[in-house]
């Protein structure tokens, strides 16, 4: 079965920003508001961080439900794994996510600045440096025939879009706009030269835009 590279339930603004600027430890996302992002993923009836019965159904909790279907391995950038720039000073920061991380494969951060690889729980965070398509055969190799999932951030995803190795992509598109940050697209009709596109509002008020390759 052919392996699949997947962007996955990555959310942006409605002005194309996948999180603001000023990224901290306090603001991951910068000067933009997660909330305003994610609340229709935090919504579902599968959202893995729910601490009560209820939550939606459909096509939201569906895509919320689908994020780890055949993945075997995760890339991400160093911005999504932490605020840190340049040389790691210490090795003490560990990801955003604690002690039981929500991605259950290996994961793949793309840094120019490689430390020890760590694990937590059943999540092994790899500090790899190379161009995308280094950086792939690795997460490839690992996922032992699954799909890997491109989880982010903006920069990731356009680098691996401008090396062309990107099978598909579920985008969702919230009501909400940033002005500035990290920037996925100018307009996802951007994309159409390469993918088909189905777009389909959901009642939570976000657009979800699925492409894969013609």
Known sequence: MT??????NVTVSSDGYASGDG???ERPFGHADPTALFAWAGATASWPNRTEPGGSRGLDDYLVRDFHRNVGAEIMGRNKFGPQ????VDHDWQGWWGQEPPFHTPV???THHERPS?????????FVGGPPRT???RALEAADGKDVRLGGGADTIRQFLDADLIDTLHVAVAPVAFGRGSRLWGSPDELLDRYHRDV????SGVVHHLFWRR
Not at 3 to 8: D, F, G, I, T, Y
């Open 3 to 8: 392996q699949l590279v997947r962007v996955h």
């Open 23 to 25: 990224q901290s430890l």
């Open 85 to 88: 720039r340049g040389p790691w």
């Open 108 to 110: 793949f951060v793309m």
């Open 118 to 126: 760590f694990t937590l729980s059943d999540t092994t965070f790899h």
């Open 135 to 137: 950086v792939l055969d």
């Open 200 to 203: 389909v509002p959901s009642s």
